[in-house]
């Protein structure tokens, strides 16, 4: 029995589209030298990685001297706060962020902890949002970081990030936002946003995996933690991933290009999941505010299911879609995210589903994946 | 093409019940139950390693693979059984409890859900439909058969139960994981209780339960020491009770739960810990069809012991009379009671009351 499947876990990574592997290629044949070497060879690929360094920091309002290059979102995350902490710890040792961050931000800030900082996490409403008051009060003379992140990975609830930059603009702790799922799908502009660190990863994008970058504000005091040579200004050590660049790069140049376009279908895909679930008469909820949210990203309780049965069952159906994480024994844990938005006992915390939509996906996939997933959810609810 | 969730456990034997059933041409799922969280303060749980294990034999047989949380109902409907017949003085079967609640009941359902027409696992045991009914048989490898642990199980698990290896021996199972190269084809067969492993069980129980240190003494009450707390011994157990002096060793003949005194007698085969009859309790039938009349069959008090022939009767739906012909030593209370008839394992249930000679041994608990 031959099945198409389908493709719903775009959050959790994405196929490159084809015209980033074309760009790569040569990076990898003919222009493999190292961008520090002082001869021809090494001159193209520094040419290339200027390059993209400019692209990378025109996409979000930046210099160029602003973006370093790192192996991935995680990386930038951890740069960015421990970066952070460590070059400003005289100064303070208060931290803020939210209870429903990434893994990347969250475990940074918990490794902090044990190091003698103070982290506030601060608690979502069920919206999944956090509020600029809450920011506002949990803000104190020895904060040295705010890390709140741009679009949940899980929920793509958006939080407010425009009005804490407004606040923060007023106070000496750095303003740190993980925009990786936001990224390409929500115009960002690190000025105007009061933004002091921002991080990306390619793979989300259609990107290659293994690269990513964070945007420093010119003047931000960072501590580098890998040492070595005197790449990325010192701040970030080790031969850079030019392939990998070059791949963000056209990964970056064909996001920004297509924003509105993505923005119109992902929308659309979500009225379609949702209307034939109403129209298969399923009881489910969207988690996660209502229209503050990422256009890919869609998390559904389906009421009266197990989320190990449904996953399962929609793999079998060549459904691809995820929920919370795995725990490393393969069993799935409560989502820390859901977990905020809605306690412990809530019934949504066992039986919600992550869709997220990306390149490749067709209405006519999205129909049909919908319309399977209400029958498998009515199979599962109707014992 | 019958669709077949197997129960993987990291180990040898799940990994060729899957590999057998993937050459017979199933439909199989390979699926890794997590029954018990021991992630220790560095995030590191045992059963990553075996779930790792299940990972690398699926990818070798060709099978897609997932993992199930029962943690909730393993705590709920074994852990706590377990707890709480320790605290009564008993010592408990998780082992049963767990195939009973867990492997043939929220795993069996959950399979269902998975449009499964099979679950199977990898016992030693065998199932046959004979005479209209599914029956529950030994397991050829007469040293591995796991029988004594699915005496709980009945008509409705059966139908939908697979043993591919029951009709093997150990020897050739571990044979066929090495010759298709299976990753767990040398790995080491687990021991004790699923969800202490390899720990100290004392330390673990201490955990949960408070011990009260007391006094052990003979029957006649003369007092030979002190125990560290009854529900870490058990009858007819010589190790760790730390009596000296001449004369034969010592062994625990039985429990005083309300004055917190641990009996003990002297040589293996002191007439205390010899017992020839029994109630037993939670009695399950495999087959639909209870004996109304008292019936003859054999029994097993404990796992890996030799048959005894016995006279059975039941006195109400889930409560038997056992009778032996021959004397049995250290039948314990709160282990289970295993009947069968020649290769065939009727069922059984848990061993309440003990006597001998028309007399009930209050002693032993």
Redesign the interface.
Known sequence: MYLERIYLDHAATSPVHPEVVEAMVPYMTTYFGNPSSIHSFGRETRRALDEARETMAKTIGAKANEIVFTSGGTEADNLAIIGVAMANRERGRHIITTSVEHHAVLNTCKYLQKQGFDVTYLPVDEHGMISVEQVKSALRDDTIIVSIMFGNNETGVLQPIHDIGQLLRDHDAYFHTDAVQAYGLIPIHVGELGIDLLSVSSHKINGPKGVGFLYVREGVRLTPHIYGGEQERKRRAGTENVPGIVGLQKAAELAQQTMAEKRGLYEQFQRIMLTTFEQEGIDYAVNGHETNRLPHVLNVAFFGT?V??L???L??AGIAASSGS???????DPSHVLVAMYGNESDRIRSSVRFSFGYGNTIEQVERAAYDIAKIVKR?TK? | MARVVVGMSGGVDSSVAALLLKQQGYDV?G??M?NWDDTDEN?V?T??E??ED??RVCNQIGI??????FEKQYWEKVFTYFLEEYKAGRTPNPDVMCNKEIKFKAFLE?AM???ADYLATGHYARVAYRDGEYQLLRGLDANKDQTYFLNQLGQAQLSKVLFPIGELQKSQVREIAKEAGLATAGKKDSTGICFIGERNFKQFLSNYLPAQPGEMQTLGGEVKGTHDGLMYYTIGQRHGLGIGGSGEPWFVVGKNLKDNILYVAQGFDNELLYSDAIIATNVNWVSDRKPHEPISCTAKFRYRQPDVPVTLEMIDETTARVSFSQRVRAVTPGQAVVFYHGEQCLGGGTIDQVFRNGERLTYVG
């Open positions: 197990n190990e049965a996953l399962v069952n793999d079998l795995a725990c490393t024994a393969g069993s799935i599962l014992a | 799922i699926i890794f997590k995030g749980c059963a990553t075996d779930y299940v990972v897609p693979y997932y993992a199930v949380n959950h859900a998975l449009g």
